[in-house]
């Protein structure tokens, strides 16, 4: 629940002081990713990280520039935890001749269903 309304609220942040510096945001989230992994450990159960990239098949460049700024900084937070980190754009994206067929009309937001299938194959087989 916390680390739904951690990337709710770093979408979403309107302030702008904080615009270029997402630092606090990123201390945040490794937090709970690190209070995340301590219960999943306690739980004697398996963690993932499933990132679900999708503004980097849109044309619009600050979308572009902005996932990909996230991507590598979330990432390097995942590894240095040591959680199993899943990239939906390299395992399924990556792949397909036209991204953009996996939504609903070439259009930003939820996948298709053929999207969230593959989505859910892939997570399937990473986890298995």
């Known amino acids: ?38 219960l999943s450990i306690k739980n004697q159960s398996q963690l993932y990280f499933v990132y679900l990239q999708s503004n980097r098949y849109f044309n619009n460049e600050v979308l572009k520039k902005n996932d990909l700024r996230y991507f590598d900084k979330i990432k390097s937070i995942v590894e240095k935890l040591e959680i199993k980190f899943i990239d939906i754009h390299k395992e399924v994206f990556e792949k397909e001749q036209n991204p953009l067929e996996l939504f609903p009309f070439g259009m930003y937001g939820h996948y298709s ?9 892939s997570i399937y087989n990473a986890t298995k």
Do not use: C, Q, W
């Open 1 to 38: 629940r916390k680390l739904r309304k951690f990337f709710k609220n770093m979408i979403n942040n309107k302030k702008a002081n904080y615009k270029n510096d997402l630092s606090y945001k990123f201390d945040e989230l490794e937090k709970i990713l690190f209070l995340t992994k301590k």
């Open 113 to 121: 269903v053929e999207g969230y299938k593959k989505v859910a194959e």
